[in-house]
């Protein structure tokens, strides 16, 4: 495999780029990164277009991929144009640097070392609601209302019939029901009366009456 023969410059350039619309996606306004993002961008294209390595057509589709965020930014919508935006973006430039398989190296470098970035700074920065609606912030917590299982302490102190023999968990029958449970590391064989002695979130303890 061959190094990567695109100019570090350029790979940098793409980087702070990248990184400038990870920040705009995060934070949903313009500030100095964003700013930096677009000078980059202008010596980014500036360069390529005095060059002749890209024409109207690339800078015009990176253009397009920007106010695709930009919308996503003010509509509520699910993402798509902001999907669409990334995805113009990333082919206009690997069109710039050539288009070939140097071209993807390169940008899946510049693409690295600015998530690398955007890791080291995205606590510190505010959420728009583009960020909100595609990072997961929700936790199910019991303060909420949120229960994985409930909880059976109305059956401590209740007794039953051991329905499968106890090694040390089997299941018992409780009010008619049948539970399953766990002994106090004893076995306990089938037909047995025993006693619920503990409740400790889903597990239900019992001993042999």
Request: aromatic share 6%; with cysteine; hydrophobic share 55%.
């Amino acid at each position: 495999m061959d190094v990567v023969t695109i100019p570090a410059l350029q790979i940098l350039l793409l980087a702070i780029m990248f990184l400038a619309v990870l920040v705009e996606i995060k934070t949903g306004g313009m500030g100095a990164g964003v700013l930096l993002g677009l000078v980059a961008a202008a010596v980014f294209w500036g360069s390529q277009y005095v060059r002749g390595l890209v024409d109207l057509y690339q800078i015009a589709m990176f253009l397009a991929g920007i106010l695709c965020i930009v919308f996503e930014m003010l509509m509520p919508t699910i993402g798509l144009l902001a999907g669409v935006g990334v995805a113009a973006m990333l082919y206009s430039v690997v069109l710039a640097l050539g288009g070939d398989i140097q071209a993807i190296y390169a940008m899946l470098i510049a693409f690295v070392v600015s998530i690398a970035g955007f890791a080291l700074i995205v606590k510190r920065l505010p959420s728009s609601r583009l960020w909100n609606k595609v990072v997961l912030k929700d936790q199910s917590e019991a303060a909420r209302g949120y229960v994985s299982t409930t909880p059976k302490h109305e059956l401590l102190g209740k007794e039953g019939e051991v329905l499968s023999e106890l090694r040390p968990s089997g299941a018992v029958l409780l009010d008619g029901v049948p539970v399953d449970v766990i002994s106090e590391g004893a076995f306990i064989p089938k037909g047995e009366k025993v006693r619920v002695v503990a409740v400790e979130g889903v597990r239900v303890v019992v001993r042999k009456v």
